[in-house]
């Protein structure tokens, strides 16, 4: 006799019970996923072809400086910005050249474009140098900007003795006390340079104490056929700068017009009456 173990099936159930469902592996290599990748991937493709083609700009050097016609550029005179320049990519200078050493034949603005049709191969300037006092400096002083040179004649010279009016009250003409000597005031400033570019400034030191106590080195730019009369006009006397505000050189119409402005004479004329002092 067999004997079965569990309950005994009940009357009205299935002597078959069914089968379980299973749950089956996600298939992630269906056809939505890569249609949706291919979707992702020429979207990225296209967007990336409609910026490149949407950027023309381009790598232009730019002033860093206002720099004066005559200057030789250097690396700090210049840098590098994207700009779009449309047709007109041929009119200005193109990061891809160099322009180091070159000289600018007219000026230009901080920040502005350089043309390259002011860019100079070679110049008929050469380089001197300027030992100036520190206290004779502007602080305002760079490189690139247009300056005027003074040379000032520290050398006392003889004053002619002043001529007493005996029509003045107070003069008395029987002493034989000589009259105080009058100090000229003129003759002892001139203009050496006008509107020279500079080129280096070398020795600058900061600080209060070092204002007239250091000798600053300007190197300037003038024509060659001018050197010798600057080193002449300078010698055995100080000198003194001032910078001036443009770095634009005035044009010969300027020149004119300020000339029938300006006294001819570097002192007023004598009065042919010295002045009387008031009490």
Do not use: C
Not at 74 to 84: E, F, I, K, N, P
């Amino acid at each position: 006799m067999v004997h079965t173990s569990g309950p005994a099936p009940t009357a009205g159930s299935s002597a078959i019970s069914p089968a379980p469902g299973r749950l089956h592996a996600p298939k992630w290599l269906n056809f939505r996923l890569i249609a949706g990748i291919l979707l992702v991937l020429v979207s990225v493709v296209v967007g990336a072809r409609v910026v490149t083609a949407a950027d023309t700009s381009d790598m232009v050097w730019a002033a860093a400086a206002d720099l004066a016609a005559g200057t030789v550029l250097t690396g700090d005179d210049l840098r590098a910005v994207s700009v779009r320049l449309s047709d007109a990519g041929d009119a200005y200078l193109l990061t891809s050249t160099d322009p180091i050493g070159r000289v600018l034949s007219a000026p230009v603005g901080a920040g502005e474009l350089v043309a390259a049709s002011i860019l100079a191969e070679t110049s008929t300037l050469v380089d001197i140098a300027l030992p100036i006092a520190a206290g004779f400096v502007p602080p305002s002083l760079q490189r690139g900007q247009l300056i005027d040179v003074y040379a000032i004649d520290a050398t006392p010279t003889a004053a002619a003795p002043s001529v007493p009016d005996p029509g003045q009250p107070g003069t008395d003409t029987g002493t034989d006390t000589p009259a105080s000597p009058v100090s000229p005031s003129s003759g002892i400033v001139t203009v050496v340079v006008e509107a020279a570019v500079v080129q280096l400034i070398a020795g600058r030191s900061d600080g209060a104490l070092s204002i007239g106590s250091s000798t600053i080195q300007v190197v300037i730019s003038v024509e060659a056929d001018q050197a010798p009369g600057v080193f002449a006009a300078i010698a055995g006397k100080e000198l003194a700068l001032a910078v001036r505000a443009s770095t634009s050189r005035p044009s010969a119409d300027d020149d004119e017009d300020g000339d029938e402005d300006e006294p001819t004479g570097t002192q007023p004329p004598a009065s042919s009456t010295p002045a009387t002092p008031t009490n």
